[in-house]
């Protein structure tokens, strides 16, 4: 018997003609309605100009800033480490802060792109590209410190598990053995979905090149790519497939550079809240750093139609979300400190609130839990300028985090009768400095030779190529 409720198969359609899908209009992704041909040429003719004279002076002094690590690292290795500001108690200094740190703005690249590539988020479009090659810069300056901090480099390669006749077997144990598996495996697979991700772009710039050379060049790396159907059908298998692979790496990454700390058993450190703490905070200064690079390139290339007001809204977003995130782990760790009323634990969180490093936490806190929260007023989001200037700050309030984890914890020991102060010696900030000049002339040769945005995903976003589906 027919019951006398209409099936949901009769609902349906009178719902859907309440709230037509058309009436909620999305924000484009290109404004200004543009051709494909625009995009190609906008795109391809930063790679094609004549090399413009502020990236002369940008390269020359990132270049000098570069030299300062390149001197630091000679003069360390020819002394030793105790040129560094390393003493009893705190033998963990500014060099695994900044690897902490590095790694930390690696992680917006991979999570931009594979996590959001999965969640089918279309905005990652116009700055996927940039932010894969920052996070491999990014590894490239975080590697240099472990090594470095091993004091002895030819010892380095102990760190692998070499099977040699001195039977000198690598511990296992040891969250630092992790870090290299984790670390070399997050940059082999970022550097994979960066490649793969260039070559339909790559054969772009070879199919438009005037001269032999770059014809050459940039055909060798395109690898005699055509865009057939049956390539692209591949290509996308192929792309998936390393976004899968490389979701799971965002979280693992920082979760294991988390366990350095997070296995010890000193007070402040050994807590299980370290994983999706710093997890968080890795894709809050990651995001940070996207903006940081993205928003001057913007302005200088005139790509506003390309990085519209709505990525800048998502990745504000973000920010603001991943900083709240770290706001609540700040306050969930002293919770936890006076809740478990092991005296030990709270005076960690006592002493690194009002004790000698009081002004690293303070700065900590201003710039990651306070600055970010600016973001819930469109009007700020809005404001390039200003969303230049905070995602700075949380870049500062990164670094601070890791230092005040880090330092203060191993200047108050068990023991009063050894308690110290941590300060850098001149070859630390020089080392430091220096990685800043590293990255970014690694990321001034990007922009200069490769295509900066993903061409071919950007045109699939763009209104005619949905008129097109449609």
Request: hydrophobic share 55%.
């Amino acid at each position: 018997m027919a019951s006398a409720h209409p099936s949901t198969s009769e609902v349906k359609p009178a719902i859907l003609a309440e709230v037509d899908p058309v009436d909620i209009p999305r924000p484009a992704l290109v404004d200004n309605n543009r051709s494909f041909t625009w995009i190609t040429d906008k795109i391809c003719g930063i790679v094609e100009e004549k090399t413009p004279t502020w990236w002369w002076v940008c390269f020359v002094i990132s270049c000098a800033t570069a030299s300062f690590t390149i001197f630091g690292l000679v003069y360390l290795v020819a002394t030793g480490t105790g040129v560094w500001g390393l003493a009893n108690p705190a033998n963990w200094g500014w060099a695994i802060v900044n690897f902490v740190f590095w790694i930390g703005i690696g992680h917006a690249g991979t999570l931009i792109s594979a996590i959001l590539c999965l969640l089918r988020q279309k905005w990652r479009t116009s700055i996927n590209r940039a932010a894969e090659a920052m996070t491999i810069f990014a590894v490239v300056c975080a590697a240099i410190f472990p090594v470095f901090h091993v004091g002895r480099v030819w010892m380095a390669w102990f760190l692998f598990p070499i099977p040699n006749a001195n039977a000198i077997w690598p511990n296992f144990r040891s969250a630092l053995l992790w870090d290299v598996f984790a670390v070399s495996t997050y940059g082999t697979v970022s550097v994979l979905f960066w490649y793969v991700g260039l070559i339909p772009d790559l054969a772009s710039v070879r199919d438009r090149a005037k001269n032999k050379i770059r014809q050459i060049l940039y055909g060798i790396f395109a690898m005699g790519w055509r865009g057939s159907n049956r390539q692209w059908s591949n290509y996308e298998m192929c792309y998936l497939i390393l976004a899968g692979l490389s979701t799971p790496l965002v979280l693992s990454v920082h979760t294991i550079v988390s366990f350095d700390f997070a296995i010890s058993l000193l007070p402040g450190w050994h807590t299980t809240i370290f994983p999706p703490y710093f997890v968080a905070g890795a894709i809050f200064s990651g995001f940070g750093m996207v903006l940081t690079l993205m928003l001057p390139l913007r302005a200088i290339y005139g790509l506003d139609d390309l990085i519209t007001q709505y990525h800048i809204d998502c990745m504000t977003k973000i920010i603001l979300a991943t900083g709240t995130m770290v706001g609540y782990a700040y306050g969930m760790e002293f919770f936890i400190a006076a809740y478990g009323a092991n005296d030990f634990e709270i005076f960690a969180f006592v002493n690194r609130a009002f004790g000698n490093f009081a002004w690293a936490y303070w700065i900590m806190i201003s710039c990651n839990v306070i600055s970010p929260q600016l973001f819930w007023f469109k009007k700020v989001r809005e404001n390039t300028a200003l969303v230049w200037i905070i995602t700075i700050f949380v870049n500062i309030g990164m670094w601070f985090e890791r230092f005040v984890i880090a330092v203060t914890t191993l200047t108050r020991d068990f023991l009063p009768s050894s308690w110290g102060y941590y300060s850098p010696t001149i070859i630390d900030i020089f080392t430091y400095v220096g990685t800043f000049g590293v990255f970014s002339v690694l990321f001034l040769l990007f922009i200069r030779f490769l295509p900066l945005m993903a061409m071919a995903e950007i045109k699939a976003v763009t209104p005619q190529a949905d008129a097109h589906h449609h």
